[in-house]
Nanobody
């Protein structure tokens, strides 16, 4: 059974930084693409970023390009999201996600099937 556990959320001032972590268990982590999504109050969940199973390829939403960085440590079964230059509009619950099929393309953002419980990120102005 796949389990994803996020951590690292919190309250930060605009312009600040946070690093989220997502610890995965239940299968061979290095075989699967990983991603981060977010959902703000009253809005639909949206794609933020994804990384290929080997870590070579990364994809970002336009709204976070140049500010956010996704990375993974396959030895630790963990994916990270470093968020710099945070803005109030980045306030949301952030979810870690992974795909059902191994060796899938991280660019297929509709193919993320397993989700963590989410971690709240609040950016004050």
């Amino acid at each position: 059974q796949v389990q994803l556990v996020e951590s690292g959320g919190g309250l930060v001032q605009a312009g600040g930084s946070l690093r989220l972590s997502c610890a995965a268990s239940g299968r061979t982590f290095s075989n699967y693409a990983m991603g981060w999504f977010r959902q703000a109050p009253g809005l639909e969940r949206e794609f933020v970023t994804a990384i290929s199973w080997g870590g070579r390829y990364t994809y970002y939403a336009d709204s976070v390009k140049g500010r956010f960085t996704i990375s993974r440590d396959n030895a630790k079964n963990t994916v990270y999201l470093l968020m710099n230059s945070l803005k109030p509009e980045d306030t949301a619950v952030y979810y870690c996600a992974t795909q059902k099929a191994p060796y899938g393309s991280a660019s297929q953002t509709s193919s993320f099937d397993y989700w963590g419980q989410g971690t709240q990120v609040t950016v004050s102005s």
